[in-house]
Every structure is written in structure tokens, then in C-alpha cells.
């Protein structure tokens, strides 16, 4: 069984930064996706960004590539999303998530453990 624990959410100003962390402890996983999803209120949730834990290749979504960066430390079992030139419209819930299956890092559906979720809002 896989936990994980976000942290590093917060309120910015349009065109600041923030830093999410996701730490994971129990169950082993040496493949698979760890990934970052949000959900603003009356939206579905949506993918952010993933990375892969074997090779450490990184996967993003349109609307935060060239703003977001994704990456590891094997070693600690965390994921870090830098989050750069954060605009409103990326306020929501952060989930982290984790998929040990080896292809579709972007369906929710398909991720098996999920941390509690860390509030970003960026005001205007």
C-alpha cells in the first residue's frame, strides 16, 4: 500500500511561484508514472504533469509546458512540481497521484493512489 503526503500549496500573486512536494512511503514501485493532477471547483479533474520513475521522462499537459517543471529524488520517494508564471486560471486542488501500470500517465482512472490534496490559488 503506497501513501502519499503533499505539501507546499498556498495563496501567490499572478506570476509567482510555488513548489509542491509529494513524498511516498509503503508498498514498492520501481515503475509506473508519479504524477501531479488538479481540480478547480465545478471542473473535472485534470492532468498536470507525470513523470516517469524508472527513466525520470517527463510528461506535461498544453497549458503548463514552459511553466511547469516536474522531478524526483529517487532516494527521498518525492516528486516536486515547480510551479512558475502561475496564472488564476490555475488555481485548484493539487492531487498527487501514482500509477504503477506502464502507459496512459494522463487517464486519472488509472492512477491507484492518491495523496489528500494541497490548495494552490493565485489571485489576479
Known amino acids: 500500500q503506497v501513501q502519499l503526503v503533499e505539501s507546499g500549496g498556498g495563496l501567490v500573486q499572478a506570476g509567482g511561484s510555488l513548489r509542491l512536494s509529494c513524498a511516498a512511503s509503503?508498498?514498492?514501485?520501481?515503475?509506473?508514472?508519479m504524477g501531479w493532477f488538479r481540480q478547480a471547483p465545478g471542473k473535472d479533474r485534470e492532468f498536470v504533469a507525470t513523470?516517469?520513475?524508472?527513466?525520470?521522462?517527463?510528461y506535461y499537459t498544453d497549458s503548463v509546458k514552459g511553466r511547469f517543471t516536474i522531478s524526483r529524488d529517487n532516494a527521498k520517494r518525492t516528486v516536486y512540481l515547480q510551479m512558475n508564471s502561475l496564472k488564476p486560471e490555475d488555481t485548484a486542488l493539487y492531487y498527487c497521484?501514482?500509477?504503477?501500470?506502464?502507459?496512459?500517465?494522463?487517464?486519472?482512472?488509472?492512477?491507484?493512489?492518491w495523496g489528500q490534496g494541497t490548495q494552490v490559488t493565485v489571485s489576479s
Open positions: 513523470i516517469r520513475w524508472n527513466t525520470g521522462s517527463t
Open positions: 497521484a501514482v500509477r504503477t501500470g506502464n502507459y496512459a500517465y494522463s487517464d486519472a482512472a488509472l492512477y491507484g493512489y
Open positions: 509503503g508498498g514498492p514501485f520501481s515503475s509506473g508514472f
